[in-house]
Every structure is written in structure tokens, then in C-alpha cells.
DNA sequence: CTCTATTCGTGAAAAAAAGCACAGAATTTG
DNA sequence: CAAATTCTGTGCTTTTTTTCACGAATAGAG
């Protein structure tokens, strides 16, 4: 079961679902099936079960999932036990905001690194986050166990950046420069382009 | 032609390929193949000819497509040459992020509007705009010609706030939060969720 | 304890998207 | 100016993803 290889947006809609199962934990419902959990994020119950259907059965049929095992299934399955460090390369406004946000805490996602070009911006601190100097990105990647980047330069600047932080052993960057970045197969890029986005939703008005 | 339903990465990479011949022309470049663009975004040319295909032929076998030709009917088709008006709800770290980003206006997609719940953060000022009640919604975009929305408030608010945003008129909402947003079918939505990227990321490191 | 109403798990079918491959058209080369 | 080369446009194939649909299992009602 475990060799079939498992669809790409399986696995994003699994983190979904965790995120679900959890809030419906809260609520103190023990029993949620695959509809309920469809129905909160639209889509289809068929898929829910599909996708879950990767990794096992977890459910009884005639009465779902028990919420608390599915959230430990789930959880066990996305390594969601784990706190993840991550740094951001470029610390402008939208890499200070990153930064600062509050929402990466709860999902245990820490940024404990900053780094940037820009002498100026080298020693300020933010969010408690001291800027470092590039030329730091090695040391301080292995001494902060880092494994996940965020790049957050300007699109000039962001294969340079990349290729730094692939030479210090990044294997995920989420890459918010729009260009597409050249990265050994081994490492994972997320692009988040959000004129790109906002652009397409314009063309469907 | 036009007739076939597009699929829904086609347009997203339509405004990539724009952006690419955009570039190129920049260059003083004449003439660019499919495989040129290919080659920049990490797509293959066929992919490049089939998204065009869709709309039209604009190229010349054997020579490639003019660059300022395919830019000019890229534009039309994405209906470039207009701009687009948006605000921002919920003006909190992220939200004051993005109406300071400067990534947004050499897309001609411009924040004119900022609408908060909290009434501390009413009458504040950020880059040049000034926050206000979101009582005002309904008013403001249409005062404004605002055409697109962007959330990010917390996920609680989420919802509440998209409904008052479709009563007042409007049609793309790019939605930060990490809820999936009930609305007409008419309106489009587009979900950003970090985190859910992010830890999709790490399930494949 | 039996009957009914649910709901899972999963092959098989359908739909969607991407890639292939080649005829034909245009350009360049010698 | 003919031959070689380049590159588009597109029908066809393959791959990937989603949906369908149904047997089997279970819970709960009566």
C-alpha cells in the first residue's frame, strides 16, 4: 500500500485534514467521517477516504473515524510531532512580516534565523531575530538544525540566495521571488507568486 | 477554439509566459520559441504551445514567435492593460505587510483600501492609506472601484468578513486565512495557506 | 437478536492534464 | 535557389487525479 506513489496535493489536503480533525476534536466530537470532513473543506467524502486510503485503514465502516485516532494517525503520518527551524534569506518587508507573523507558531513552524545582503540591515533584530550577514547562512543553518528556507529577495538576487542555501544543505525552500529557481532534485521548492495568483483570480472575474 | 474549457494552469502559466517575453523583450530579444520560454519556468514546449493554442496562433513556424507581438497578445487576452483595485482586510502583521509590499504595482494590481475590525487600528496610516471601520466596505468599494479582495484576518473572522465582502460587490477574494471560505459561485477564491504549504514542504524532505 | 441505516475501503471508470510526435510552414545556409 | 534546419500547431497517447459505485462491516434501533 505504501508503494503506490501518492498524489501530489494528497499530502496537502492530509495537513488539511489534521487541522479539521483537530477542530472538531476540540468541540468534543469524537466520531467524524469522511463527509463531515469533506464538507468542511469542499470536497468530496470519496476523496477524503482516497486520500487517506495511502497510508491505511483508519476508520470503521457504518461509523467513521474516531477523531483522536485519526488525529494521532494523521499526525504520526506527517511527522506533525516535530518542531521544523526555518530560516528567511532576505529580510524586507514582506521577509520582516513573515518574521513577525503569528500564525507559523501553532503548527510549530519557528523561524529562528534571519539573513540578508544589505549591510544596513545586518545586527537589527526582529521578532527577536538578529539579521545575519549571508556569509553566516552555513554555520548558523547547521548550528540552528534550519531545514526549511524562505526566500524572500528580490527576484535578481533569489538563484544566488538559493544556490547558497543548497551549498549549506537546505533541502525545502519556499520561494517567494518570481522566478522559477534551478535546484538539485533532491531539494523541494514551493513557489508562492502572489501577483501571479492575484492575476489569475482577475482573469476569472 | 475557444470553445475548449481551459484548464486551470494554463492561465496561471499564461501570465508567467508574459512576464518571460516581458523580460526577453527587455533584452532587446526580437524573436522567442516555445522552448525559450520552456527552458526559464522549468516547462516543456509543448506545454508552452498548448496554452497558447488555446487562444489563438501567434507564432511562425520555423522562426518562433516576435516577442513584441506575443507580449501585446498576451496582454490583451489576460487584460492586461488595466488596473486592478484591492484592499486588505484585517490589518495586522501581514496585511500591513502586503500594503507595503512593493512587488504589487509593476503589475498594476494596487491596495487602495484597508478595513479593520479593531478600533484602535482605525485611522492609522500605512503606506499612505488609511484603515478604515469595516462598516465602510460597501461604500468604499465602490467609491474606490475596488475589484478584488485580500484576507487576512484571523480564521475566525474569516468567513463573517467574506460575506460582507461579496454583499458589498466584489468577486476575487485571495484568502489568507486558513479556513475554506463558503461563497457564491460567481466569487473566486484563491487560498494561501503558509503553513499548509510549508508543511507540505518538510513531508518531502 | 434482527433489521435498517451508515460509512468505510477500493477497484473500475471517467475526467483532466501533460507529453509525444510529426506534418507542414518558414527561415537560413551554402 | 535548393537543401537543410528550425519551430509551430495539433491530433493522439500517456499519465495523473478525481469521481463513481458497491460489497462488506458496523452501529444502533426496536
Redesign the pocket.
Known amino acids: 500500500?505504501r508503494e503506490k506513489?501518492?498524489?501530489?496535493?494528497?499530502i496537502s489536503r492530509l495537513f488539511a485534514y489534521l487541522r479539521e480533525v483537530k477542530a472538531l476534536s476540540g468541540l468534543n466530537i469524537r466520531t467524524?467521517?469522511?463527509?463531515?470532513i469533506g464538507e468542511r473543506l469542499n470536497?468530496?467524502?470519496?476523496?477524503?477516504?482516497?486520500?487517506?486510503?495511502f497510508f491505511?485503514?483508519?476508520?470503521?465502516?457504518?461509523?467513521?473515524?474516531n477523531a483522536n485516532e485519526l488525529k494521532k494517525a494523521l499526525e504520526s503520518i506527517l511527522r506533525k510531532n516535530q518542531d521544523w527551524n526555518m530560516c528567511v534569506v532576505g529580510a524586507g518587508r514582506l521577509g520582516s512580516a513573515l518574521m513577525i507573523y503569528p500564525g507559523f507558531a501553532k503548527d510549530r513552524l519557528n523561524i529562528v534565523a534571519a539573513f540578508d545582503i544589505n549591510a544596513r540591515k545586518i545586527g537589527k533584530t526582529i521578532a527577536g531575530i538578529s539579521i545575519e550577514p549571508i556569509e553566516n547562512m552555513a554555520d548558523t543553518v547547521v548550528s540552528k538544525k534550519i531545514s526549511i528556507a524562505i526566500i524572500t529577495t528580490p527576484a535578481g538576487q533569489a538563484q544566488f540566495v538559493s544556490d547558497m542555501l543548497v551549498k549549506s544543505g537546505i533541502h525545502c525552500i519556499m520561494n517567494f521571488a518570481p522566478v522559477k529557481l534551478n535546484v538539485p532534485e533532491d531539494v523541494k521548492v514551493e513557489d508562492v507568486d502572489l501577483s501571479r495568483a492575484l492575476e489569475t483570480l482577475t482573469f476569472f472575474a
Chains 1, 2 share one sequence.
Do not use: E, N
Request: charged share 15%; aromatic share 6%.
Open positions: 500500500m506513489k501518492i498524489p501530489v496535493g494528497t467524524v467521517s469522511s463527509s463531515t470536497l468530496s467524502d470519496a476523496q477524503v477516504r482516497k486520500d487517506l486510503g491505511g485503514s483508519f476508520g470503521t465502516s457504518g461509523a467513521g473515524y
